[in-house]
């Protein structure tokens, strides 16, 4: 509906599980964030990804590791995760801005409710 | 300092009253400005952009200040429907900054 699919919606893994989340977007856009949202928090910034390079990683622990194939898809790979990893996993795509353009809106898919036992 | 910062709330209006939000932002160098709304468990949905001219929809407006470093959303006529978390975001350089939002439940 939105444009941005994310897979799984929802996911149950153990903390020495490895697994992968998926988001792909079908918007054209050229930069994609992922976002963590726990129970009644913000959203936290996680990465963000702007032509396919990496331009920020918000202080996120080594045991996410995103990845940038191309500017359509973007992973997010787990590994070792703690109980305290569990929330909502939120993707996002916006088009950057330009030498006379604003940078524009981010538009979210539907999200992975990951819970970490 | 949040680089976002908004009133958390909750707002308790009754329906049909005018309700407005404010959210101030600490980068001078945020280059794009929105407000986006998000209901209970779902993703933030983009509610509209918003300008140093002003922006409406319908029976929402919003306004950027760009000398005092603050936003604003005005919802007229509010519906029950418009119970939801307001959140005031910024992007800058393609960082995309939320706030936590501003919880708003109209009243039958």
């Known amino acids: 509906e939105t444009g941005v699919t994310q897979t799984p919606r929802h996911l149950v893994m153990g903390m020495t599980n490895k697994k992968s989340l998926k988001c792909e977007q079908h918007l054209g856009h050229n930069a994609m964030y992922w976002y963590k949202q726990s129970a009644k928090k913000p959203l936290e910034l996680m990465f963000v990804?702007?032509?396919?390079?990496?331009?920020e990683n918000n202080s996120v622990p080594s045991r996410f590791s995103p990845e940038c194939p191309n500017s359509s898809h973007l992973f997010l790979h787990l590994h070792t995760l703690q109980p305290e990893d569990s929330a909502l996993y939120l993707c996002?795509?916006?088009?950057?801005?330009?030498?006379?353009?604003?940078?524009?809106?981010?538009?979210f898919g539907q999200g992975t409710r990951l819970t970490v036992v | 300092r949040k680089e976002v910062e908004q009133d958390p709330g909750p707002f308790n209006v009754p329906e049909g009253a005018t309700v407005a939000f404010n959210c101030t932002y600490s980068?001078?160098?945020?280059?794009?400005f929105f407000w986006y709304r998000q209901d209970c468990r779902k993703e933030p949905k983009l509610l509209m952009s918003?300008?140093?001219s002003g922006n409406e929809d319908g029976r929402f407006t919003a306004q950027l200040n760009r000398a005092s470093q603050y936003i604003s959303l005005l919802i007229r006529d509010s519906k029950l429907s418009d119970s939801a978390t307001y959140l005031c975001?910024?992007?800058?350089?393609?960082?995309?900054?939320f706030g936590k939002g501003t919880r708003l439940h109209i009243l039958p």
């Open positions: 975001v910024v992007n800058r350089d393609d960082k995309i900054i």
């Open positions: 990804y702007s032509l396919e390079e990496r331009v």
């Open positions: 980068n001078s160098a945020s280059q794009s």
């Open positions: 918003v300008y140093s």
């Open positions: 996002a795509s916006s088009q950057s801005g330009g030498l006379f353009r604003r940078p524009g809106a981010a538009f």
